[in-house]
């Protein structure tokens, strides 16, 4: 008999639709009961790709014992916390007040009112080392809310009166300058793995947001050494397990310090910041490598994250036949039955392959010498090394693909699909590839027929439904998407769109009083605390995504108001900036735009032809991360047409003598027009 999730269109939320717990969804229904009865809440907030969720789950969730005491005991409310990313931040800041850390499965204990008292993460069925079994645990909790009321109250008031101070920043009305960006690299330099690459020991997490910002201080010529961190960086996960050596895309994080065994979960949003970091080292150093890399990335989001629709789907699972990782490892004898025994000992020898393996027996593929060495060792030429992998892995993959696969979680999120749109315009403007730029135009128009209504965003879809209004975070990374692809392709239609959905964002979620965007908007449930993320984490936060489209926007369309509100959060997470470089990377490059005078490029010509093309081709073959582009068609093609705001950039701009025409100005000086790339790349670097 399945329980009320049953009804729910969230993958996780029907996987636990069979449970014996008489699960809620969070809404009034459960709310309602627990004022009625009396009962605390139980909420358990996870996500579908989550492995220690799916233990929990088995655990506890399935047993009948288990399960008894928490429906007579509790009103059990079940959230998946992709769909849900305020009440996921408003309650994992109260385990992590009371516990000192969080994390996911996240199981927190309410008042009817909604106020935590008490909460973790993953519990076990039975007592384990120093962790109390979960039925012990209910039983105490039950017993303290029934018998302790005075104590459970003066720990929710507690609690209550502390949250949501980590988004509270003091306004500062000072200047600005790269001062904080040499300070915030030389904290991020002294935490750096010089041998390993990344930040930090194991776990350790890609963090792509930190190697962009550093990509950017050597781009402008402030240290050598910030590259030199970036490229052993981006080498050692391209070769290590965390990368899906056969599949392409990366993992969610490795376990270790030296990137060999990651946690199985694939997450949309990893790969899109991945495919962009990547994109931009090829951008400036030209190899191959990292070409590879970002097309291999994308193709398999094409592949086996795309909806027909055009949506980008979330996640896969870490686990298949509930073994994490045994879609993706292989033993020798595997290898040598697809490949033959000369190949299958060559190539299983090139990714790492042993008979001992270094995983659980078996073998996560890596590349633990880099094929010029590998073939030296081995007496090949690094040619024939490069043909055998290049006939090898399509097999291999192509047996792979008949093992049972992990879980994909097929909703589609607003805000990842924006940072995956982002990189599918950037890649396929950058790399020439019109594929790229088709799936892009694809996922715009499914982001604005069928996740967009009446101007308003929905965070979620599948299946038919969107739902759930959008949030801060969807707002900005969906109009930095639009934004992305509109400076891939001069459709004016998207650049409309990433106005509308900015000056939407800015309605909803602007608060004049501190100075900042809050993460839910006026549309959306109050909670006890109004959660606003200050944080880059796994992804960047929804405030620091809104600074850098309203930054661009205001260079574009010229209205002050854009750039005054950008720059307000700026100045008052300068001291997070130097402080946490490392929680406030995309914060940084938002600032470096805000400081480093970007350029304003407008080409005038038809972007389909030759000539504009190759404009084009200069303008988006290099790396220029403080830039805006806009485009028009040809002469006489440059008037508003009635739409609400103006293009001062495109502004009495035509071509020169017939010719396709560029333009480029910084800090209120422009350079003659050029007709010419090598003319157009000599203003570019200069």
Known sequence: MPNRLIKETSPYLLQHAHNPVDWYPWGEEALARSIEEDKPILLSI?????????????????????????????????????????LDAVYMEAVQMLTGSGGWPMTVFLTPEGKPFYGGTYFPPTDRMNMPGFPRLLLAVTEAYRTNRGEVERVTNQLTEQMGRSGQVTPSSGLLSADVLHEAYSRLAANFDYQNGGFGAAPKFPQPMTPEFLLRYYHHGYSPRALEMVEMTLEKMAYGGMYDQLGGGFHRYSTDAFWLVPHFEKMLYDNALLARLYLHAWQITGRDLYRRIVEETLDYVLREMTDPSGGFYSAQDADSEEVEGKFFVWMPDEIREVLGEADGNMLGGFYGVTDAGNFEGANILNIPQGPEAFALEHGIEERDLVALISRGRPRLLDVRERRIHPFRDDKVIASWNGLMLRAFAEAGAALKRADYLMAAEANARFLHEAMTVDGSLLRTYREGQAKIPGYLEDYACVSDGYLALYEATFERDWLDRAVALANRMVDLFWDEGVGGFYDTGSEHEILVTRPRDVFDNAQPCGGSVASEVLLKLALITGDEDYNLKASRPLRALSRLMTQAPGGAAYWLGVLDFYVSLPKEIAIIGDPAGAEAGALLDAVHGRYLPNKVVVGSAGDGENADNGRPYEMPLL????????????????????????????GLAEQLDS
């Open 651 to 678: 502004a009495e701009r035509g071509m020169v003598d017939g010719k396709p025409t560029a333009y480029v100005c910084q800090n209120y000086v422009c350079q003659l027009p050029v007709t010419d790339p090598q």
């Open 46 to 86: 996870g996500y579908s790709a989550c492995h220690w969720c799916h233990v929990m789950e088995r655990e506890s969730f399935e047993d009948e014992a288990i399960a008894s005491l928490m429906n007579a005991n509790f009103v059990n409310v079940k959230v998946d916390r992709e769909e849900r990313p305020d």
